[in-house]
Protein backbone atom coordinates (compact mmCIF):
# COMPACT_ATOMS: atom_id res chain seq x y z
CA UNK A 1 0.00 0.00 0.00
CA UNK A 2 1.28 3.78 -0.83
CA UNK A 3 1.45 5.48 2.18
CA UNK A 4 0.01 8.66 0.71
CA UNK A 5 -2.16 11.06 3.14
CA UNK A 6 -2.41 13.56 0.31
CA UNK A 7 -4.23 10.69 -1.44
CA UNK A 8 -6.98 10.54 0.92
CA UNK A 9 -7.59 14.14 1.63
CA UNK A 10 -6.16 15.96 -0.85
CA UNK A 11 -3.48 18.37 -0.75
CA UNK A 12 -4.88 20.18 1.89
CA UNK A 13 -4.04 17.32 4.42
CA UNK A 14 -1.35 17.85 6.70
CA UNK A 15 -0.51 16.74 10.04
CA UNK A 16 -1.73 13.44 9.60
CA UNK A 17 0.58 11.39 12.33
CA UNK A 18 -0.06 13.96 14.78
CA UNK A 19 -3.38 13.41 14.40
CA UNK A 20 -3.54 10.32 15.01
CA UNK A 21 -1.06 10.04 18.09
CA UNK A 22 -4.17 12.32 19.20
CA UNK A 23 -6.48 9.51 19.08
CA UNK A 24 -4.16 7.11 20.56
CA UNK A 25 -3.47 8.70 23.47
CA UNK A 26 -6.79 10.57 24.34
CA UNK A 27 -8.61 8.82 27.19
CA UNK A 28 -11.98 7.89 27.43
CA UNK A 29 -14.35 9.88 28.40
CA UNK A 30 -17.92 9.16 29.69
CA UNK A 31 -20.84 7.38 27.43
CA UNK A 32 -22.67 10.14 26.63
CA UNK A 33 -20.53 12.90 27.51
CA UNK A 34 -20.45 13.46 22.94
CA UNK A 35 -23.06 14.88 21.09
CA UNK A 36 -25.61 12.93 19.28
CA UNK A 37 -24.79 9.97 17.17
CA UNK A 38 -27.21 10.25 14.59
CA UNK A 39 -26.74 13.67 12.81
CA UNK A 40 -22.79 13.92 13.57
CA UNK A 41 -21.97 17.75 13.10
CA UNK A 42 -20.47 18.88 9.42
CA UNK A 43 -17.53 20.26 10.78
CA UNK A 44 -14.74 20.92 7.90
CA UNK A 45 -11.36 20.13 9.20
CA UNK A 46 -8.54 17.84 8.67
CA UNK A 47 -8.26 16.55 11.83
CA UNK A 48 -9.19 12.60 12.32
CA UNK A 49 -10.90 13.18 15.58
CA UNK A 50 -13.80 15.96 14.78
CA UNK A 51 -14.71 16.20 11.11
CA UNK A 52 -17.44 14.03 8.71
CA UNK A 53 -16.21 12.39 5.83
CA UNK A 54 -17.37 14.99 3.82
CA UNK A 55 -16.32 17.97 6.16
CA UNK A 56 -12.49 16.59 5.58
CA UNK A 57 -12.47 17.18 1.55
CA UNK A 58 -14.87 20.07 2.58
CA UNK A 59 -12.19 21.83 4.41
CA UNK A 60 -10.58 24.93 2.76
CA UNK A 61 -12.67 25.10 0.40
CA UNK A 62 -16.49 26.50 1.57
CA UNK A 63 -16.58 29.59 -0.18
CA UNK A 64 -15.50 27.93 -3.36
CA UNK A 65 -18.74 25.52 -2.59
CA UNK A 66 -20.77 27.82 -2.17
CA UNK A 67 -19.92 30.24 -5.08
CA UNK A 68 -20.24 27.49 -7.50
CA UNK A 69 -23.55 26.48 -6.02
CA UNK A 70 -24.57 29.87 -6.65
CA UNK A 71 -23.57 30.07 -10.33
CA UNK A 72 -25.03 26.31 -11.00
CA UNK A 73 -28.22 28.06 -9.70
CA UNK A 74 -27.87 30.97 -12.28
CA UNK A 75 -26.74 28.88 -14.93
CA UNK A 76 -29.66 27.07 -14.70
CA UNK A 77 -32.21 29.86 -14.36
CA UNK A 78 -32.82 28.94 -10.31
CA UNK A 79 -34.18 25.71 -10.98
CA UNK A 80 -33.17 22.58 -9.29
CA UNK A 81 -30.95 21.06 -11.14
CA UNK A 82 -28.79 17.90 -11.01
CA UNK A 83 -25.52 19.48 -10.24
CA UNK A 84 -26.65 21.32 -7.25
CA UNK A 85 -28.09 17.94 -6.05
CA UNK A 86 -25.06 15.94 -6.54
CA UNK A 87 -22.43 18.75 -4.99
CA UNK A 88 -24.59 18.56 -2.30
CA UNK A 89 -24.73 14.82 -2.11
CA UNK A 90 -21.31 14.12 -2.52
CA UNK A 91 -19.45 12.33 -0.21
CA UNK A 92 -22.17 12.25 2.42
CA UNK A 93 -22.84 8.43 2.47
CA UNK A 94 -19.09 7.04 3.30
CA UNK A 95 -18.55 4.16 5.15
CA UNK A 96 -15.93 1.53 6.37
CA UNK A 97 -15.38 -1.29 5.27
CA UNK A 98 -12.73 -4.60 6.44
CA UNK A 99 -10.71 -6.81 3.78
CA UNK A 100 -11.78 -9.96 5.04
CA UNK A 101 -8.31 -11.08 4.03
CA UNK A 102 -5.73 -8.84 4.90
CA UNK A 103 -7.83 -6.28 7.05
CA UNK A 104 -7.00 -3.18 5.83
CA UNK A 105 -10.11 -0.37 6.26
CA UNK A 106 -10.98 1.05 3.05
CA UNK A 107 -14.03 3.84 2.45
CA UNK A 108 -16.56 3.22 0.54
CA UNK A 109 -18.93 5.69 -0.43
CA UNK A 110 -19.91 8.47 -4.18
CA UNK A 111 -18.30 11.33 -4.84
CA UNK A 112 -20.11 13.35 -7.33
CA UNK A 113 -16.85 13.76 -9.98
CA UNK A 114 -18.88 16.82 -11.36
CA UNK A 115 -16.31 19.02 -12.95
CA UNK A 116 -17.17 22.20 -10.81
CA UNK A 117 -17.36 20.35 -7.67
CA UNK A 118 -14.12 21.57 -5.60
CA UNK A 119 -13.81 18.13 -3.62
CA UNK A 120 -13.84 15.77 -6.67
CA UNK A 121 -11.87 18.54 -8.46
CA UNK A 122 -8.94 18.84 -5.57
CA UNK A 123 -8.89 14.95 -5.21
CA UNK A 124 -8.40 14.82 -9.33
CA UNK A 125 -5.66 17.55 -9.13
CA UNK A 126 -4.08 15.06 -6.46
CA UNK A 127 -4.37 12.57 -8.68
CA UNK A 128 -3.40 14.13 -12.08
CA UNK A 129 -0.33 15.63 -10.84
CA UNK A 130 1.20 11.78 -9.37
CA UNK A 131 0.17 10.39 -13.03
CA UNK A 132 1.86 13.64 -14.74
CA UNK A 133 4.78 13.45 -12.63
CA UNK A 134 5.27 9.90 -14.20
CA UNK A 135 5.08 11.04 -17.49
CA UNK A 136 7.18 14.52 -16.70
CA UNK A 137 10.05 11.96 -15.80
CA UNK A 138 10.35 10.19 -18.96
CA UNK A 139 10.61 13.30 -20.83
CA UNK A 140 14.20 14.52 -22.43
CA UNK A 141 13.37 18.40 -22.44
CA UNK A 142 10.01 19.03 -21.26
CA UNK A 143 8.63 22.93 -22.28
CA UNK A 144 5.41 24.85 -21.23
CA UNK A 145 3.58 26.88 -23.81
CA UNK A 146 0.69 28.82 -22.88
CA UNK A 147 -1.34 29.94 -26.33
CA UNK A 148 -3.72 32.92 -26.10
CA UNK A 149 -6.33 34.79 -28.75
CA UNK A 150 -6.29 38.55 -29.06
CA UNK A 151 -8.51 40.95 -27.35
CA UNK A 152 -11.69 39.86 -28.69
CA UNK A 153 -15.20 40.93 -27.54
CA UNK A 154 -16.93 37.33 -28.88
CA UNK A 155 -18.60 35.85 -26.27
CA UNK A 156 -16.82 33.05 -23.94
CA UNK A 157 -18.00 30.09 -26.08
CA UNK A 158 -17.28 30.92 -29.50
CA UNK A 159 -13.55 32.16 -27.96
CA UNK A 160 -13.51 28.54 -26.40
CA UNK A 161 -13.95 26.85 -29.44
CA UNK A 162 -12.05 28.99 -32.07
CA UNK A 163 -8.76 28.60 -28.91
CA UNK A 164 -9.37 24.84 -29.47
CA UNK A 165 -10.01 24.59 -33.38
CA UNK A 166 -6.88 26.27 -33.64
CA UNK A 167 -4.77 24.27 -31.66
CA UNK A 168 -5.85 21.34 -33.51
CA UNK A 169 -5.00 22.99 -36.55
CA UNK A 170 -1.45 23.90 -34.99
CA UNK A 171 -0.90 20.50 -34.34
CA UNK A 172 -1.34 19.46 -38.14
CA UNK A 173 1.52 22.36 -38.91
CA UNK A 174 5.27 20.53 -40.31
CA UNK A 175 6.87 22.60 -37.83
CA UNK A 176 5.27 21.35 -34.91
CA UNK A 177 5.02 17.61 -35.97
CA UNK A 178 8.50 17.63 -36.47
CA UNK A 179 9.58 19.12 -33.17
CA UNK A 180 6.92 18.07 -31.00
CA UNK A 181 5.79 14.42 -30.13
CA UNK A 182 3.21 14.57 -27.56
CA UNK A 183 1.58 16.86 -24.43
CA UNK A 184 -1.08 17.46 -22.38
CA UNK A 185 -3.45 20.34 -22.46
CA UNK A 186 -5.62 22.54 -19.77
CA UNK A 187 -8.15 25.20 -20.56
CA UNK A 188 -7.74 28.69 -18.38
CA UNK A 189 -11.06 30.98 -18.60
CA UNK A 190 -10.56 34.66 -17.45
CA UNK A 191 -11.51 38.03 -18.30
CA UNK A 192 -8.29 40.37 -19.19
CA UNK A 193 -7.27 42.42 -16.44
CA UNK A 194 -7.44 46.22 -18.19
CA UNK A 195 -9.66 44.98 -21.41
CA UNK A 196 -12.66 42.85 -19.30
CA UNK A 197 -13.20 41.03 -21.79
CA UNK A 198 -13.52 37.10 -21.60
CA UNK A 199 -9.81 35.61 -21.86
CA UNK A 200 -9.31 31.84 -22.85
CA UNK A 201 -6.11 30.80 -22.53
CA UNK A 202 -4.58 27.00 -23.29
CA UNK A 203 -1.72 26.08 -20.96
CA UNK A 204 0.14 22.98 -22.64
CA UNK A 205 3.05 20.96 -21.11
CA UNK A 206 5.19 19.62 -24.14
CA UNK A 207 7.46 16.86 -24.95
CA UNK A 208 9.70 17.98 -27.60
CA UNK A 209 12.67 19.88 -29.34
CA UNK A 210 13.21 23.44 -29.23
CA UNK A 211 11.41 25.66 -30.99
CA UNK A 212 11.95 29.37 -31.86
CA UNK A 213 9.24 31.29 -30.34
CA UNK A 214 9.19 33.29 -33.26
CA UNK A 215 8.70 30.72 -35.82
CA UNK A 216 6.14 29.57 -33.58
CA UNK A 217 4.64 32.88 -33.09
CA UNK A 218 4.10 32.97 -36.73
CA UNK A 219 2.36 29.77 -36.91
CA UNK A 220 0.18 30.59 -34.23
CA UNK A 221 -0.96 33.90 -36.18
CA UNK A 222 -1.52 32.20 -39.05
CA UNK A 223 -3.94 29.17 -37.96
CA UNK A 224 -5.69 31.74 -35.37
CA UNK A 225 -6.04 34.68 -38.47
CA UNK A 226 -4.21 37.63 -36.06
CA UNK A 227 -3.54 36.38 -32.82
CA UNK A 228 0.46 36.09 -32.30
CA UNK A 229 0.86 35.73 -28.56
CA UNK A 230 2.36 32.88 -27.28
CA UNK A 231 4.89 32.01 -24.01
CA UNK A 232 7.35 29.00 -24.40
CA UNK A 233 9.78 28.34 -21.69
CA UNK A 234 11.52 25.12 -21.34
CA UNK A 235 11.19 23.11 -17.84
CA UNK A 236 14.25 23.18 -15.55
CA UNK A 237 12.71 22.33 -12.21
CA UNK A 238 10.63 18.75 -12.79
CA UNK A 239 8.75 19.36 -10.11
CA UNK A 240 7.42 22.40 -11.31
CA UNK A 241 6.20 21.22 -13.99
CA UNK A 242 4.36 18.46 -11.95
CA UNK A 243 3.15 21.46 -9.91
CA UNK A 244 1.73 23.15 -12.92
CA UNK A 245 -0.23 19.91 -13.77
CA UNK A 246 -1.67 20.28 -10.35
CA UNK A 247 -2.55 23.98 -10.83
CA UNK A 248 -4.07 23.42 -14.51
CA UNK A 249 -5.77 20.00 -14.07
CA UNK A 250 -8.02 21.92 -11.04
CA UNK A 251 -10.73 23.41 -13.28
CA UNK A 252 -10.51 26.18 -15.44
CA UNK A 253 -11.30 28.79 -13.18
CA UNK A 254 -11.67 29.28 -9.24
CA UNK A 255 -15.38 30.33 -9.43
CA UNK A 256 -15.35 32.23 -6.25
CA UNK A 257 -12.83 34.31 -7.51
CA UNK A 258 -15.69 35.70 -10.52
CA UNK A 259 -18.78 37.73 -9.61
CA UNK A 260 -21.71 34.55 -9.65
CA UNK A 261 -22.62 35.79 -13.06
CA UNK A 262 -19.48 35.18 -15.03
CA UNK A 263 -19.83 31.66 -13.28
CA UNK A 264 -22.78 30.71 -14.61
CA UNK A 265 -22.02 31.99 -18.32
CA UNK A 266 -18.64 29.88 -17.68
CA UNK A 267 -20.81 27.02 -16.69
CA UNK A 268 -22.94 27.38 -19.98
CA UNK A 269 -20.20 27.99 -22.03
CA UNK A 270 -18.03 25.30 -21.39
CA UNK A 271 -20.86 22.85 -21.38
CA UNK A 272 -19.76 19.71 -22.95
CA UNK A 273 -16.37 21.46 -24.21
CA UNK A 274 -13.21 19.61 -23.14
CA UNK A 275 -11.26 21.16 -20.37
CA UNK A 276 -8.40 19.24 -21.19
CA UNK A 277 -6.49 16.22 -22.88
CA UNK A 278 -3.64 14.72 -23.82
CA UNK A 279 -1.58 13.84 -27.12
CA UNK A 280 1.00 11.96 -28.40
CA UNK A 281 3.20 10.85 -26.22
CA UNK A 282 0.74 11.38 -23.53
CA UNK A 283 -1.66 9.64 -24.82
CA UNK A 284 -1.61 6.94 -22.13
CA UNK A 285 -1.40 9.39 -18.98
CA UNK A 286 -5.25 9.51 -17.29
CA UNK A 287 -6.07 12.96 -15.88
CA UNK A 288 -9.37 11.90 -14.07
CA UNK A 289 -8.98 9.11 -11.06
CA UNK A 290 -10.64 5.93 -12.38
CA UNK A 291 -13.69 4.16 -10.55
CA UNK A 292 -11.97 1.53 -8.64
CA UNK A 293 -13.81 -2.57 -8.75
CA UNK A 294 -12.90 -4.27 -5.88
CA UNK A 295 -13.48 -8.41 -5.82
CA UNK A 296 -12.59 -8.52 -2.31
CA UNK A 297 -15.13 -9.46 -0.08
CA UNK A 298 -15.37 -6.64 2.39
CA UNK A 299 -17.15 -6.47 6.02
CA UNK A 300 -19.05 -3.39 6.90
CA UNK A 301 -17.93 -1.57 9.81
CA UNK A 302 -20.16 1.48 9.93
CA UNK A 303 -20.81 4.62 8.49
CA UNK A 304 -17.66 6.76 8.64
CA UNK A 305 -19.26 10.14 10.35
CA UNK A 306 -20.71 7.70 13.12
CA UNK A 307 -17.48 6.35 13.71
CA UNK A 308 -15.68 9.23 14.22
CA UNK A 309 -18.35 10.68 16.34
CA UNK A 310 -18.19 7.49 18.39
CA UNK A 311 -14.38 7.83 18.50
CA UNK A 312 -14.89 10.88 21.01
CA UNK A 313 -16.30 8.34 23.68
CA UNK A 314 -14.86 5.17 23.03
CA UNK A 315 -11.70 3.05 22.10
CA UNK A 316 -12.60 0.30 19.77
CA UNK A 317 -13.93 3.05 17.54
CA UNK A 318 -10.84 5.06 18.02
CA UNK A 319 -8.76 2.01 17.02
CA UNK A 320 -11.04 1.91 13.39
CA UNK A 321 -10.47 5.09 12.94
CA UNK A 322 -6.30 4.81 13.91
CA UNK A 323 -6.37 1.92 11.25
CA UNK A 324 -8.07 3.53 8.46
CA UNK A 325 -6.11 6.35 8.47
CA UNK A 326 -2.67 4.97 9.12
CA UNK A 327 -2.99 2.52 6.60
CA UNK A 328 -2.82 -0.61 8.87
CA UNK A 329 -4.80 -3.80 8.96
CA UNK A 330 -7.55 -3.73 11.29
CA UNK A 331 -7.50 -6.73 13.45
CA UNK A 332 -10.27 -9.24 13.96
CA UNK A 333 -10.52 -8.61 17.84
CA UNK A 334 -10.97 -5.37 16.56
CA UNK A 335 -13.31 -5.65 14.56
CA UNK A 336 -15.48 -7.26 16.55
CA UNK A 337 -14.77 -5.20 19.73
CA UNK A 338 -16.29 -2.13 17.43
CA UNK A 339 -19.02 -3.98 16.00
CA UNK A 340 -20.16 -6.48 18.65
CA UNK A 341 -19.92 -9.53 16.18
CA UNK A 342 -17.53 -11.97 14.48
CA UNK A 343 -16.63 -10.85 10.46
CA UNK A 344 -18.13 -12.42 7.83
CA UNK A 345 -21.57 -12.18 10.27
CA UNK A 346 -22.76 -9.23 8.69
CA UNK A 347 -25.23 -9.75 5.98
CA UNK A 348 -26.29 -6.79 3.32
CA UNK A 349 -28.85 -6.16 5.72
CA UNK A 350 -26.80 -4.43 7.73
CA UNK A 351 -25.87 -1.52 5.28
CA UNK A 352 -27.36 1.28 5.41
CA UNK A 353 -30.42 1.24 3.26
CA UNK A 354 -29.97 4.81 1.45
CA UNK A 355 -26.54 4.34 -0.03
CA UNK A 356 -27.54 2.99 -3.49
CA UNK A 357 -24.53 3.06 -5.25
CA UNK A 358 -21.16 2.19 -3.90
CA UNK A 359 -18.12 3.47 -5.26
CA UNK A 360 -14.78 2.70 -4.02
CA UNK A 361 -12.85 5.94 -3.11
CA UNK A 362 -9.88 5.31 -1.95
CA UNK A 363 -8.23 4.77 -5.46
CA UNK A 364 -4.81 4.96 -5.07
CA UNK A 365 -4.85 1.08 -3.16
ZN1 LIG B 1 -17.91 16.03 -5.69
Redesign the pocket.
Known sequence: MTANGFARFGTDYVGKQADIDELNTYNDLPAGSSTSLLEPPETTSTKLSDATYRGRFMHGKVEEYEATLAAYRLAYDGKSNNHVR??MD??THATLQRDSVSGDVMVFGD????RY?P??CAQKSAYAKDQAELYIKTLKSPRFLTLTLRNNESDLKTQVSFLQQSFSKLRTRAYWKKNVSGGIWFLEVKRGKGSGLWHPHLHILLDGEYMEQKRLSELWEQVTFGSPILYITRISNLDNAALYVSKYSAKPAIIKNMPVEDGAEMINALFRKRLCGTFGTAKAVTLTPPKVETENEWDYIGHYDDIVEKAKTNSAARAVLVAYNAYEPLSLQAYEDFTGHPAGFVSKMSEPKRVDRQLYLDFYH
Do not use: G, Q, T, V
Open positions: ALCRSCRDCMC
